[in-house]
């Protein structure tokens, strides 16, 4: 892999982590991420407006059924990631949110009978991932009681989790399935499908954040802060959407994706490290170590 892979794979990581700094320092909330989402959707958009006509044309019936269950993970990734920010701290929910899909992913995966697809490096590393998840909410060593793991941290954790597993293996059959119709490049192909998608997330998150009462005082609160929340909101969903450009684009200086899947992990520690170093987390013991298990095992995974 080049240097300039690499280079724009850690930019990402950096990117990726900050965005959650932002939101976690924002307390967000649903109304919070349909902002971010719409910011997002609005610098993907280019892209749609330009190759969109010959995508959409052609595009099968199924991909927009993809399409829709897509949007519904990512606003549930959202939701859940929200709730997680509120209930705990950055050094705890975020690794978990991160590095949980890859437990859910192999759990399918083995589900749909395709456990023969599973490498014994790739359960090697789901072992790890899982000792490292066990570690990090504790604050001591001898803390292993039930109550550290049944709380609303984990719970909302392990739904952003699925919410992620779900919109990754929902995004790798249609995107399989749009690259087979060759009608542009992969690279302009994931661009204006990561923009519809991004647009349905937009309706459900609109639906949940619009449907409840308090959803609506949510939105109209955060709009007319006099504290720039909405501002915060669009900063954090422009980070995602460059966050996800600039891997697809260190895509083209490697030969190797797994390499790829394997750097972006480096997000994993960093998230930690700016909740303990910015927002001032108590950096426990079994937190820090669970954190090095954890991305130890998601590199193996990648690279396995």
């Known amino acids: 892999m080049s240097s300039i892979a690499i280079m724009l794979l850690v930019l990402s990581a950096f990117v990726h982590a900050g965005w959650n700094l932002v939101s976690k320092r924002q307390h967000p909330s649903a109304s919070f991420f349909l902002v971010a989402n719409l910011a997002g959707t609005f610098l993907l958009a280019p892209s749609l407006l330009l190759n969109g006509n010959l995508v959409v044309l052609y595009m099968p019936a199924q991909i927009w059924a993809f399409l829709l269950a897509s949007g519904f993970f990512l606003a549930l990734y959202y939701i859940s990631l929200a709730g997680a920010y509120r209930a705990a701290d950055m050094s705890v929910a975020y690794p978990l949110a991160r590095s949980s899909p890859v437990i859910v992913v192999a759990f399918v995966t083995m589900m749909m009978g395709r456990g023969d697809q599973i490498s014994p490096g790739c359960v090697a590393g789901i072992i790890l991932v899982v000792s490292g998840c066990f570690l990090i909410p504790l604050q001591r060593l001898g803390d292993l009681r039930l109550n550290n793991y049944?709380?609303?941290?984990?719970?909302?954790?392990?739904?952003?989790?699925?919410?992620?597993?779900?919109?990754?293996?929902?995004?790798?059959?249609?995107?399989?399935?749009?690259?087979?119709?060759?009608?542009?490049?992969?690279?302009?192909?994931?661009?204006?499908?990561?923009?519809?998608?991004?647009?349905?997330?937009?309706?459900?998150?609109?639906?949940?954040?619009?449907?409840?009462?308090?959803?609506?005082?949510?939105?109209?609160?955060?709009?007319?802060?006099?504290k720039h929340d909405a501002v915060f909101a669009v900063v954090a969903g422009f980070a995602i959407s460059l966050a996800y450009i600039l891997v697809l684009i260190s895509l083209a200086f490697a030969d190797n994706v797994s390499y790829i899947v394997g750097f972006r992990q480096l997000c994993v520690p960093l998230g930690a490290i700016l909740g303990i170093g910015i927002l001032k987390e108590v950096p426990h013991l079994p937190k820090i170590a669970g954190v090095i298990i954890m991305f130890a095992g998601l590199v193996w995974v990648a690279l396995g």
């Open 150 to 226: 049944v709380n609303a941290t984990c719970g909302l954790a392990l739904l952003a989790a699925i919410g992620t597993s779900g919109y990754s293996i929902v995004d790798d059959e249609a995107l399989r399935q749009l690259r087979t119709q060759a009608i542009l490049g992969k690279t302009q192909t994931t661009l204006v499908y990561a923009c519809l998608e991004s647009l349905f997330a937009s309706i459900w998150l609109f639906l949940f954040v619009t449907l409840r009462p308090d959803g609506r005082s949510s939105l109209n609160q955060l709009l007319r802060s006099k």
